[in-house]
């Protein structure tokens, strides 16, 4: 999730667990705990390999077998010091455990695939239930927050930060309910073009969780399709859309290739420009413009190799990508239609 998000989010939860008493001072400091695991991006900064800067986010600071370390060592850290977690340890040490754990579990609902088990090498989970944007799931949580700051040790501050809690969980459970909603329409079709068991993965559109998109892999590309829970009402439909398979196979052995391919579960789509392999990651934007594209290898004698990886800017108008998606929530495109 965005870090404003994470600021609120880890703020109410540290305040529902803290004495009443150090409420205010357990908003600050669930604000700061949850922010911290994001705190890779300042050294990753260093790396000039965009594709490992990528990649190695959320990985070591979102590792569940990590963080535990972490906590213990800020709670005996404070602990020792005096002051607040020497007065009431145990309610300290579970928001400061909470804070620290919630922060990559909620990552893991979005699209970009937070490394949970490192340093096992499991795939990133993505669940694609959440945009890294939502305000709506973001509102339960500065609510509460800001209710708390103001009521100090009143019941008014308690009962505001489990409401906030409460809801924040639930809109997270509607974007679960959503997604099956979506993805079972999207199975009929699919099987209906033979292509019921393609990989493939569903995920809102930015800032929502009414409009979905569905992109399924093909031998030669793969399919996109969109589907609102307002407007749709007939089988979903998909656009194919073609990829370099046999370029994007012949490159397999570059290293970058490989570590994008298990990065983004193999959701790409491969072009050849000018004699050089650009790999553009499916999950985050739509046809045809995509946040993550990268120069990844270069076509040599006698096959391909490495180049040093470098990211395409984004072309995206976001102003026109907010109207055309609140335009296609409310309407259903004509049969045959530009999906906009």
């Not at 213990?72 to 804070?99: D, E, H, N, T």
């Not at 990559?104 to 944007?133: A, C, E, H, K, N």
């Not at 809690?165 to 309910?177: H, M, R």
């Not at 397999?252 to 420009?273: C, M, Y």
């Amino acid at each position: 999730m965005d870090s404003i998000t994470h600021l609120f989010y880890g703020g109410a939860i540290a305040a529902a667990i803290a004495p009443k008493q150090h409420r205010r001072a357990a908003l600050l400091a669930g604000a700061a705990l949850n922010t911290l695991p994001d705190l890779d991006v300042i050294p990753l900064v260093l790396f000039a390999d965009p594709v490992a800067q990528m990649t190695s986010h959320r990985a070591a600071t979102h590792s569940w077998f990590v963080l535990p370390f972490v906590a213990w060592a800020l709670w005996a850290w404070f602990k020792r010091r005096g002051g607040r977690v020497a007065q009431s340890p145990v309610r300290w040490w579970w928001a400061i455990f909470a804070c620290l754990m919630s922060h990559p579990l909620i990552d893991s609902f979005t699209i970009y695939g937070t490394q949970l088990f490192w340093p096992l090498p499991v795939r990133p989970l993505m669940g694609g239930s959440l945009f890294i944007v939502d305000p709506l799931f973001t509102l339960p949580w500065f609510a509460a927050c800001v209710v708390a700051w103001f009521a100090r040790e009143s019941s008014v501050g308690r009962r505001a930060l489990l409401a906030g809690v409460a809801l924040g969980t639930a809109y997270l459970g509607w974007s679960l309910v959503a997604k099956a909603l979506v993805e079972r329409e999207a199975q009929r079709s699919l099987v209906a073009m033979g292509l019921g068991v393609a990989p493939r993965f569903s995920v809102p559109t930015p800032m929502n969780t009414l409009l979905w998109r569905v992109v399924a892999m093909t031998p030669d590309g793969y399919v996109e399709g969109f589907r609102s829970l307002v407007a749709d009402r007939g089988p979903m439909r998909f656009r194919r859309h073609a990829s370099d398979a046999t370029v994007l196979d012949a490159a397999r052995a570059v290293p970058t290739v490989q570590r994008l391919t298990w990065f983004n579960h193999g959701f790409q789509k491969a072009e050849l420009r000018d004699g050089e392999l650009v790999l553009s990651d499916l999950r985050m934007g739509s046809e045809p413009d995509y946040f993550f594209r990268f120069i990844v290898a270069e076509h040599g004698n006698p096959g391909w190799r490495a180049v040093p990886p470098r990211q395409l800017p984004a072309s995206r108008d976001a102003g026109a990508l907010f109207d055309a998606t609140w335009r296609r929530i409310r309407v259903e495109p004509a049969a045959g239609a530009g999906v906009p």
